[in-house]
T-cell receptor, first 115, second 111 residues
Framework: EAQVTQNPRYLITVTGKKLTVTCSQN?????MSWYRQDPGLGLRQIYY???????DKGDVPEGYKVSRKEKRNFPLILESPSPNQTSLYFC??????????????FGEGSWLTVV | QKEVEQDPGPLSVPEGAIVSLNCTYS??????FMWYRQYSRKGPELLMY????GNKEDGRFTAQVDKSSKYISLFIRDSQPSDSATYLC???????????FGKGTRLHILP
């Protein structure tokens, strides 16, 4: 079954404590991306990756880092989380070049609260 | 003016009714129009997409694009409680271009 798996699904953390949200896909997709979804703002792209070791900024990259050392994994790193990064995060993978809207698969989301 | 405007709802309709969900946009260069469905606590999933103007039908769902009015619609016939979800419209200029998402409309189908 085609899957994009994110972990953790729910997390409450404190300001400044580094955290990583993992993302893994089993479809051998080249392209992966991270979005955040906020009430009233919709889905906004944070970072995307076109292939291993190739990443680029999306619309709202500030405060985030990513890495793509393996094709299947695309972790999102918050080095020093702040309350304004409280949000619902989605990892996505796609067969086509970004945004690959016709073949995009989203993970189930990670609810992150920074206090 | 925002690039893509979508009424957040919530929209509540009785089971069996025809539902109309809409988005307006400002960028006349958009050519690809998508509708995503997002159930509570789940990621969005692509429902339908259309290229340029016209209609596209898939079962109970019909997507309509009116480029002259910069207006797109998603119609759901014979609505079911399982259609209760948030529906996001999305658009891009080219197939490899950035997607711009609407904020989503929450839909409740009342049994």
């Amino acid at each position: 079954e085609a899957q994009v798996t994110q972990n953790p699904r729910y997390l409450i953390t404190v300001t400044g404590k580094k955290l990583t949200v993992t993302c893994s896909q089993n479809m051998n997709h080249e392209y992966m991306s991270w979005y955040r979804q906020d009430p009233g703002l919709g889905l906004r792209q944070i970072y995307y990756s076109m292939n291993v070791e190739v990443t680029d900024k999306g619309d709202v990259p500030e405060g985030y880092k990513v890495s793509r050392k393996e094709k299947r994994n695309f972790p999102l790193i918050l080095e020093s989380p702040s309350p304004n990064q409280t949000s619902l995060y989605f990892c996505a993978s796609s067969l086509s070049p970004p945004p690959g809207w016709d073949t995009i698969y989203f993970g189930e989301g990670s609810w992150l609260t920074v206090v | 003016q925002k690039e893509v405007e979508q009424d957040p709802g919530p929209l509540s309709v009785p089971e069996g009714a025809i539902v109309s969900l809409n988005c307006t946009y400002s960028n006349s260069a958009f050519q690809y129009f998508m509708w995503y469905r997002q159930y509570s606590r789940k990621g969005p999933e692509l429902l339908m997409y259309t290229y340029s103007s016209g209609n596209k039908e898939d079962g109970r769902f019909t997507a309509q694009v009116d480029k002259s009015s910069k207006y797109i619609s998603l119609f759901i016939r014979d609505s079911q409680p399982s259609d209760s979800a948030t529906y996001l419209c999305a658009m891009s200029v080219n197939r490899d271009d950035k997607i711009i998402f609407g904020k989503g409309t929450r839909l409740h189908i009342l049994p």
